[in-house]
């Protein structure tokens, strides 16, 4: 399947991960699908270098308001097509009138006592330069005990050659024991239901990092909760999707009982390099963006990667998650985040479900991580990623992946508020089976 293929950087492009380790910079902007705002002219499609952005069409079978489009007309056709048969995908999407009070506090959480200091020796290679705070945590995971209510800290597959090389367990051991230093159970707002704003305190980048949690607000308060991480797309926030189409998002989180968490990534791509110029198909396009990576950019993505982990170890830390229900989404840059964080820290997750961002390559990515991962594809069918994410889904099918593929006529944007009922529906049916 080409996992294992000796794809190699110049002695250049190493030399700057070499200096990323060492970089003191301030983190700049990067995003893999582009960083501009999305555009909202109606009367054509603007793509931008990476697809990101609600971008408007009067052709498509919704008219786009923001970066996740809008909400769907009755008669906008889905096709799905996977190696478990045939799936008709929701052609339209309904906003649900459910509140979204919080018990607790609605505004600002912090997840924890600001300023919690760390203690331990700074792991070479890790993220960021982060120190390991439990004894016995870092690369490999030797000391650490098995905690039952957390993936273990193990990881199989080769390095993403398309990302960074952050080595997973260390990263995973570091998020984990930022997570236990901070933990406050006396904290307002500790396991609180409903919608709310939280921050973290990420020693990398010196400053309290927002995350978008959404808890059912008829949790009662002690149930394991199944889990949906979302990634969103260049030129957007942790908040811009959930708060579109009448936070249709947070209603399908209240509606099929999960707990909902956005992160930002910081800056950057959530790790991946990829961008529209080298959707799957494309290994020469990937080779060429590959080259482009500078020390800044490879730190402003290490952080972004990081980001995401322990903004996921934070909410595992807070509240009871039923580990194998954990899934993980994400639009344009966001689908290249849920390739690449679903590759590479496969061990958290039970499904995925990229949306219009075929981000990710035959060769140098771990597809044996994928194995007992179920994957569902979606894409529009006005989208310049179209003919990657087609290829993509026959190879997957090919292959003898657990996929599904759904296309809906719509265009980038657009397609968002169509698919995402049939991303719930398709993580209740992992989580069934």
């Known amino acids: 399947m080409g996992s294992n293929a000796p794809l190699t950087r110049s002695a250049t492009t190493q030399n700057c991960r070499l200096l990323a380790l060492c970089c003191v910079s301030s983190v700049l902007g990067f995003a893999a ?3 501009e705002p999305p555009s909202s002219d109606g009367d054509s499609e603007a793509v931008t270098d990476g697809g990101d952005g609600p971008v408007s069409s009067s052709s498509s079978a919704a008219t786009s308001l923001g970066m996740g489009g809008a909400q769907a007309s009755a008669n906008s056709a889905a096709t799905a097509t996977g190696s478990a048969g045939n799936s008709s995908g929701t052609a339209a999407t309904t906003a649900l009138t459910t509140g979204s009070t ?8 912090a997840a924890s006592s600001e300023g919690a200091t760390t203690s331990g020796a700074t792991t070479a290679g890790g993220s960021g330069g982060v120190a390991a705070v439990s ?3 870092g690369a490999g995971g030797t000391g650490e005990q098995p905690n039952a209510d957390k993936p273990p800290l193990e990881q199989p597959g080769a390095p993403i050659y398309f990302g960074t090389t952050l080595d997973p367990v260390t990263v995973m051991s570091e998020a984990r024991a930022r997570a236990e230093a901070q933990a406050d159970p006396e904290a307002p ?9 939280r921050t973290y305190h990420f020693d990398a980048t010196n400053r309290d990092e927002p995350f978008r949690l959404y808890v059912p607000t008829d949790w009662d308060g002690e149930s394991k909760l199944p889990l949906v991480m979302f990634l969103h797309g260049a030129g957007s926030n942790q908040n811009t999707y959930l708060d579109q189409n009448n936070q249709l998002m947070l209603n399908l989180a209240q509606e099929h009982g999960f707990l909902l968490v956005s992160a930002l990534g910081v800056e950057g791509a959530y790790g991946n390099f990829l961008r529209l110029s080298a959707p799957f198909g494309n290994q020469a396009g990937a080779e060429e963006l590959m080259a482009q990576v500078t020390a800044e950019s490879e730190r402003v993505n290490e952080l972004s990667e990081t980001d995401v982990i322990n903004v996921l170890e934070v909410v595992l830390e807070e509240y009871p998650i039923d580990l194998t229900a954990i899934f993980l989404t994400g639009h344009s840059m ?3 985040g849920a390739w690449y964080i679903g590759g590479k820290y496969s061990v958290y997750f039970k499904a995925i479900a990229p949306m219009s961002g075929p981000f990710v390559q035959e060769s140098g990515y771990p597809w044996d991580n ?4 179920s994957i569902l594809v979606t894409e529009g069918t006005q989208t310049p990623s179209l003919e990657g994410s087609q290829l993509l889904a026959e190879w997957l099918v090919d292959n003898g992946f657990d996929s599904e593929y759904i296309e809906v006529n719509a265009d980038h944007g657009g397609m968002v508020p169509l698919v995402l009922p049939d991303v719930f529906d398709f993580f209740d049916e ?4």
């Open 135 to 137: 004894s016995g945590t």
């Open 334 to 336: 966001g689908s290249g």
């Open 430 to 433: 992992a989580r069934s089976n």
């Open 102 to 109: 919080t018990n607790g506090s609605a505004a600002e959480v």
């Open 370 to 373: 994928l194995r007992d991962v």
């Open 33 to 35: 699908c582009g960083s």
């Open 189 to 197: 707002g500790w396991r609180a239901t409903g919608d709310q704003h």
